[in-house]
Every structure is written in structure tokens, then in C-alpha cells.
């Protein structure tokens, strides 16, 4: 354990590395931070002696040994447009992403394994044929595109005429398919607890929450797809393995045999792709938090590209860096409880 635990922490090291030094490789490329922290009046004898105090002339060899060296000391540089140790931006920003993912997460969880298992044992039920056939198209949509179709469905509202002028059933069906559209779909909430330091949380009210669905199930709209297909594969290749055979002839219980015999095997690979996946989500909030206007790390992002705020750029990227390496080191150790076979080493049992 504390060999593995060091070798992910050296990994961690060699991830922060590179991209810390891609991120500076691009900064000439994401435009002039000067002329976005000062106004078109200023004169250029003025944004000179800007660039010279922020170290900007200096050769990107001595900007990024600078910025290496405060960066093992804790400190990541000040973000050029909040006037504030980048590092803090980034704490601000960051409860709102986490809990972002890991509502679409329990999302994830909560749906993906029972459609899964249900369409692993009755593949050919015209509910199975149903969820299949809706995880194709949800594979298939960008996730900017089934956040707008969210908004204009439960925030604005549509109103669906299937039978113009008509009454009993007809204007039934009409009130059925119509929404009212009344669920928020901008930003956080005006109802948030405080939990702890920068952490706001959207759950602890009534109000929070409802602000948290809309983007939750874009995020989630991503992986459920994948996750209901791979759980499904999975479990239908389990299902024809000869120990679920040798327990169906022993007379064991067909409700054991699917849930405890084969769905066990069956989540082994889906806990390596989950925890992969899972830490790409939070890279997927850039698009998610866009569109609803979520104050998380993928919003501020963005701003950060559009201002050239090179070292919140950095800081943001190193974050989610270190967020991959915990995220995955994790999935591994989960991995080793649920199938004690397999070494944390790698070198089998």
C-alpha cells in the first residue's frame, strides 16, 4: 500500500510538471493580459512598465523557474484580474464544481445500474429495446445541446396543442405534454449554507437544490448513456460465464445469482472506466456551467481564457491534474477491495 501510494504520488508530480509547462507554452497564444487588466487609454509607456513589474519580458525559462519555485512554497501567483492569490480564486470556484459532479454522479449511479442489470437480463423486453434506443440518442447529443433543451422545457416552458379546440381527453393530453417551465436554470440560489471556509453548499436547502437539478442532469446526461451500455455488455457476458451456469444448476436463487454472483464481477471494469470518466466530468463542467451560468471552476475558466489570466490558467489546470491522479488512485484502491485477487503492485495474488 504506502509503495503504491508513493509511486502515485511521484506520477502526481510528473502530471503537474507537464502541465504546468504546457500551460506556460501556450500563455503568448491566449493574448495580452495587460490590455485586459487596463483600458484603451492607457499609454503604451504605462503597459510596458506593467508587463516589466508582472515579469512578462522575462524569457519563458525564468517565468516558469519563478513560478516553480513559488508554486512548491504553496503560492501560484496572483490572478491578474482578481487581484488575488489564484490558488483562492480557485477555492471560491471549487465547491460548486465538486458538488455539480457529484450530484450528477448519484445521478449516474442511481439510474445506470438498475436499467443496466434490467436490460442485461431481459434484453429483448420492449423496455430494454426503449432504454437502448434512448442511450444512442443520449450518447449522440452534445451536452450544450440537451442543456438548452432542459431550459426551454422546465425553465420557460412549452406548450403542446395536439388537439386544437378540444375538451375531455383531448385537452388532457394537451395538458400533459405541456410544461409550465418554472424550475430555475441560473446560477446557485439565492439559499446557501455555509459548511465550511469558501464552501457553499446547494444541498442543505429546498431552493439549492432546485437549482442544482437542471445542471446536474446535463452533466449526467454525458456518461448515463455509456454507463447503462457497459453495465448492460458487461453483465450479459457475466451471465453467460460457467460459474453463473454452476450456480443456476445448484438451484441457487435467480435474484442471488444476479445480484450478488454476476452483478459483482460486472462492476470490476465499470469501477476502472467509472473513476476515468468521473474525472473527465469535471473537465465537461466548462460547457455545462456556461449554459447555466453555474459560478464553478469551468465558468471561471473560461473567463480566465478570455482575460488571459495566465496564472489562474495555470492553477486551474494544475487543480484538475491533481483531481485526475486522487480520482484514479482512489478507483484503484476500490478496485483492490472489490476484487481482492488483483494487487495494488499490478503483479497478481
Not at 184 to 196: E, I, K, M, Q, T
Not at 246 to 258: E, L, Q
Not at 270 to 292: P, R
Given at each position: 500500500m504506502i509503495a503504491f501510494l508513493i509511486k502515485r504520488l511521484m506520477h502526481a508530480v510528473l502530471v503537474m510538471f507537464v502541465i504546468s509547462v504546457l500551460a506556460f507554452a501556450i500563455q503568448d497564444n491566449l493574448g495580452d493580459p495587460v490590455q485586459q487588466m487596463v483600458g484603451q487609454s492607457v499609454p503604451e509607456s504605462e503597459r510596458a512598465e506593467i508587463r516589466e513589474r508582472l515579469g512578462l519580458n522575462d524569457p519563458f525559462l525564468v517565468q516558469y523557474a519563478?513560478?516553480?519555485?513559488?508554486?512548491?512554497?504553496?503560492?501560484?501567483?496572483?490572478?491578474?484580474?482578481?487581484?488575488?492569490?489564484?490558488?483562492?480564486?480557485?477555492?471560491?470556484?471549487?465547491?460548486?464544481?465538486?458538488?455539480?459532479?457529484?450530484?450528477?454522479?448519484?445521478?449516474?449511479?442511481?439510474?445506470?445500474?438498475?436499467?443496466?442489470?434490467?436490460?442485461?437480463?431481459k434484453p429483448r423486453s420492449p423496455i430494454s429495446r426503449l432504454f437502448m434506443g434512448i442511450s444512442i440518442?443520449?450518447?449522440?447529443?452534445?451536452?450544450?445541446?440537451?442543456?438548452?433543451?432542459?431550459?426551454q422545457i422546465f425553465a420557460i416552458g412549452v406548450t403542446v396543442t395536439l388537439f386544437p379546440e378540444s375538451t375531455g381527453w383531448g385537452a388532457w393530453l394537451n395538458d400533459f405534454f405541456s410544461t409550465e417551465g418554472n424550475m430555475?436554470?441560473?446560477?446557485?440560489?439565492?439559499?446557501?449554507?455555509?459548511?465550511?471556509?469558501?464552501?457553499?453548499t446547494n444541498l442543505a436547502t429546498w431552493n439549492g437544490v432546485q437549482h442544482l437539478v437542471l445542471p446536474a442532469v446535463s452533466l449526467a446526461s454525458i456518461m448515463l448513456p455509456l454507463f447503462i451500455r457497459?453495465?448492460?455488455?458487461?453483465?450479459?457476458?457475466?451471465?453467460?460465464?460457467?460459474?453463473?451456469?454452476?450456480?443456476?444448476?445448484?438451484?441457487?436463487?435467480?435474484?442471488?445469482?444476479?445480484?450478488?454472483?454476476?452483478?459483482?464481477?460486472?462492476?470490476l471494469p465499470?469501477?476502472?472506466?467509472?473513476?476515468?470518466?468521473?474525472?473527465?466530468?469535471?473537465?465537461?463542467?466548462?460547457?455545462?456551467?456556461?449554459?447555466?451560468q453555474w459560478p464553478g471552476m469551468?465558468?471561471?475558466?473560461l473567463d480566465a481564457i478570455n482575460r488571459a489570466d495566465?496564472?489562474?490558467?495555470?492553477?486551474?489546470?494544475?487543480?484538475?491534474?491533481?483531481?485526475?491522479?486522487?480520482?484514479?488512485?482512489i478507483v484503484d484502491l476500490i478496485y483492490g477491495m472489490v476484487n481482492p485477487t488483483v494487487k495494488l503492485t499490478g503483479k497478481p495474488a
Open positions: 519563478r513560478f516553480a519555485k513559488n508554486a512548491v512554497q504553496g503560492d501560484f501567483g496572483y490572478s491578474y484580474f482578481y487581484r488575488e492569490p489564484a490558488l483562492e480564486v480557485i477555492a471560491r470556484h471549487l465547491p460548486a464544481t465538486l458538488e455539480l459532479v457529484f450530484a450528477a454522479t448519484l445521478i449516474i449511479v442511481i439510474f445506470s445500474v438498475p436499467i443496466g442489470v434490467y436490460s442485461a437480463i440518442i443520449g450518447i449522440s447529443i452534445p451536452v450544450f445541446l440537451t442543456a438548452i433543451v432542459l431550459i430555475p436554470s441560473f446560477g446557485r440560489g439565492y439559499d446557501l449554507v455555509n459548511v465550511v471556509g469558501h464552501w457553499d457497459l453495465i448492460r455488455a458487461e453483465m450479459m457476458e457475466v451471465l453467460q460465464s460457467e460459474y453463473v451456469k454452476y450456480a443456476r444448476a445448484k438451484g441457487i436463487s435467480m435474484r442471488r445469482v444476479y445480484f450478488v454472483h454476476a452483478l459483482k464481477n460486472t462492476m465499470v469501477i476502472t472506466v467509472g473513476g476515468v470518466q468521473i474525472g473527465t466530468m469535471v473537465a465537461y463542467t466548462i460547457l455545462t456551467e456556461t449554459v447555466f469551468g465558468l471561471m475558466f495566465i496564472p489562474l490558467i495555470v492553477t486551474y489546470l494544475m487543480i484538475v491534474g491533481v483531481i485526475f491522479v486522487v480520482t484514479n488512485t
